[in-house]
């Protein structure tokens, strides 16, 4: 059984810091790294994928990937109210199957 | 406007009492696939296909058929179903593969 772990929060940031969520898996042979953002009651969105080892940034969102280390992170900048939400951590296995973490709730206070 | 749908977004039934889920994209995406979100245990993969009669089990396929006659449908059948598959359950799709998905707007079931 492949497994992605998240601390499931919840996580409170003053607006304006830097948020850092993280999620670990279990196989290294492991392709694709997504960030998925679900506010409550709607259905998940993507934020960020990466494919390679480093960062990758968009906007004011950046993804980490450390392969040897199995861990892939998300930094969020500037952080808004509106960035309240949970996040799910997707990590994919032979290209077909997709294993989700538990998501981190995310609370930004104002 | 490019979307996934499901239909119904919201079913009360009773234990036994066959139904079925649609859903539908308009993006002529490949790949589609079903979750179920539980608290505390996230979403996991139902079921998935990559293309027109192509379909494979995910994580947790019991209780559940699928079928793929049609590139833009991807219906999800549950045969007899049970009170532990009350759950929320999403539909999503995808160019090619488990890359980059549109989630449906989900489907909350309850069965008594």
């Known amino acids: 059984q492949k497994e992605v772990e998240q601390n499931s929060g919840p996580l409170s940031v003053p607006e304006g810091a830097i948020a850092s969520l993280n999620c670990t898996y279990s196989?290294?042979?492991?392709?694709?790294f997504f960030w998925y953002r679900q506010y409550s009651g709607k259905s998940p969105e993507l934020i960020m994928f990466?494919?390679?080892?480093g960062d990758k940034e968009d906007g004011r969102f950046t993804a980490q990937l450390n392969k040897a280390s199995q861990y892939v992170s998300l930094l969020i900048r500037d952080s808004q109210p509106s960035d309240s939400a949970t996040y799910l951590c997707?990590?994919?296995?032979?290209?077909?199957?997709?294993?989700f973490g538990i998501g981190t709730k995310l609370q930004v206070i104002p | 406007e490019a979307q996934v749908t499901q239909n119904p977004r919201y079913l009360i039934t009773v234990t036994g009492k066959k139904l079925t889920v649609t859903c539908s994209q308009n993006?002529?995406?490949?790949?589609m696939s079903w979750y179920r979100q539980d608290p505390g245990l996230g979403l996991r993969q139902i079921y998935y296909?990559?293309?027109?009669?192509?379909?494979d089990k995910g994580d947790v396929p019991e209780g559940y058929k699928v079928s793929r006659k049609e590139k833009r449908n991807f219906p999800l059948i549950l045969e007899s179903p049970s009170p532990n598959q009350t759950s929320l359950y999403f539909c999503?799709?995808?160019?090619?593969?488990?890359?980059?998905?549109?989630f449906g707007p989900g489907t909350r079931l309850t069965v008594t």
């Open positions: 999503a799709s995808s160019v090619a593969g488990a890359v980059e998905q549109y």
């Open positions: 196989d290294r042979g492991s392709q694709s």
């Open positions: 990466i494919y390679s080892n």
């Open positions: 997707a990590v994919t296995w032979g290209y077909q199957k997709v294993t």
């Open positions: 993006m002529n995406h490949e790949y």
């Open positions: 296909s990559m293309n027109v009669e192509v379909t």
